[in-house]
């Protein structure tokens, strides 16, 4: 038994920020720097009452009409997310109850920005285990909820958004290889350290980033982890469709590009358009690239997560 991705869907909040709109609302920053050092050049943030779990559902109905199904036919849902909607219950059962269904398992997960390839391997290894037949994978974030738009090293990088696909059991391959990794030791580099005590956060609620360090490690383990990914599948960079990584920052996806010796036409690049939006990153980009007709069944696609925790991991799979 197999898992296969049979349906994309995805939403993005509004209408897009541009960067000189960051400058228009007061932040120290240009359009050349932060399309010289990201890529970035606008970005989707969520108004006031539009949650992870809201944009979740929606990405979710989306992929679900996309596959033809219905809530009804899911037994499964797992959610990647670092700005749940509250801490607890979980973001998927939320989502579970916005879709009008019930019974079956639907929890979280948090692996920052690697969280829907976490979520995705996970979902592969219950179906493959046979308890699960059909499974909703989501990532979904409002990550301007926790932006210090003080802070212009962080707040031109990230936006809101969310991403899903529905998993299935199948007698073919879809999921070829996955691998996950994480390094606690790594912590520090990205986090947002504060915590609800006693009615109060204690510590800073904002994300706090070292840009260089963050940089350096996940342009190593990107390259590390294709490789391992396409020696478990027995394939090598050259026969792979599509490239899509998190989308944190073009320069990142060109270094990775490049180590795979893969021409940048085989990325699927978002940034441009979404900015970093942590867990629903990658299934926005499949998404995007499902629905204007790059990526197409039957090609070989690789996704891959990497960030706070240290966290790290990859999905070969076959659509
Ligand atoms: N606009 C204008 N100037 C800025 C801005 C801004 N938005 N942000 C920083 N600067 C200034 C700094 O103040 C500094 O000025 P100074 O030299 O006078 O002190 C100068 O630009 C250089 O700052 P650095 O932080 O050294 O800039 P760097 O070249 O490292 O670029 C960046 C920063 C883009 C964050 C880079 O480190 C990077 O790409 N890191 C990867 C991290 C990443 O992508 N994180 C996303 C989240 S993590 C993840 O998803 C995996």
Redesign the pocket.
């Known amino acids: 038994m197999y898992s296969r991705v049979v349906g994309t869907g995805s939403v993005l909040p509004g209408d897009p920020v541009t960067n000189d709109d960051l400058v228009a609302r007061g932040?120290?920053?240009?359009d050349s720097?932060?399309i010289e050092?990201?890529g970035i050049r606008s970005r989707h943030l969520a108004p006031a009452g539009v949650t992870s779990s809201v944009l979740g559902a929606e990405a979710a109905r989306r992929a679900l009409e996309a596959a033809g199904r219905t809530a009804a036919d899911v037994d499964l849902i797992i959610v990647a997310t670092s700005t749940p909607d509250k801490v607890f219950p979980s973001t998927a059962c939320l989502i579970q109850a916005e879709l009008g269904v019930s019974g079956f398992p639907a929890f979280d997960v948090q692996a920052?920005?690697s969280g829907f390839v976490y979520a995705l391997t996970i979902a592969d290894k219950f179906i493959r285990s046979g308890s699960n037949r059909r499974a909703l994978v989501i990532g979904a974030e409002v990550f301007s909820r926790i932006i210090d738009w003080e802070d212009?090293?962080?707040?031109?990088?990230?936006g809101d958004g969310a991403g899903a696909v529905l998993l299935e059991a199948s007698e073919t391959p879809g999921l070829l290889a996955t691998a996950l990794h994480a390094d606690g030791s790594l912590h520090e580099i990205?986090e947002v350290p504060g915590n609800i005590r006693d009615g109060h956060v204690e510590g800073s609620p904002f994300?706090h980033?070292d840009?260089?360090a963050?940089?350096k490690v996940?342009v190593r383990v990107l390259g590390d982890i294709a490789h391992e990914v396409l020696e478990q599948a027995g394939m090598t960079a050259e026969q792979l469709d599509w490239l899509i990584p998190?989308q944190?920052?073009i320069?990142?996806l060109q270094a990775t590009a490049k180590r795979l010796h893969l021409p940048f036409e085989k990325v699927i690049v978002t940034v441009d358009r979404h900015g970093?939006t942590?867990a629903a990153?990658v299934p926005l980009a499949l998404d995007a690239a499902v629905r204007d007709g790059r990526v197409r069944p039957g090609q070989s696609v690789m996704l891959q997560g990497?960030?706070?925790g240290f966290t790290w991991g990859a999905a070969l799979l076959r659509l």
């Open positions: 932040i120290d920053t240009s720097w932060i050092r990201t920052v920005c212009r090293r962080t707040c031109v990088l990230f990205l994300i980033m840009g260089a963050v940089f996940a998190h944190a920052n320069r990142i970093n942590s990153s990497v960030g706070g």
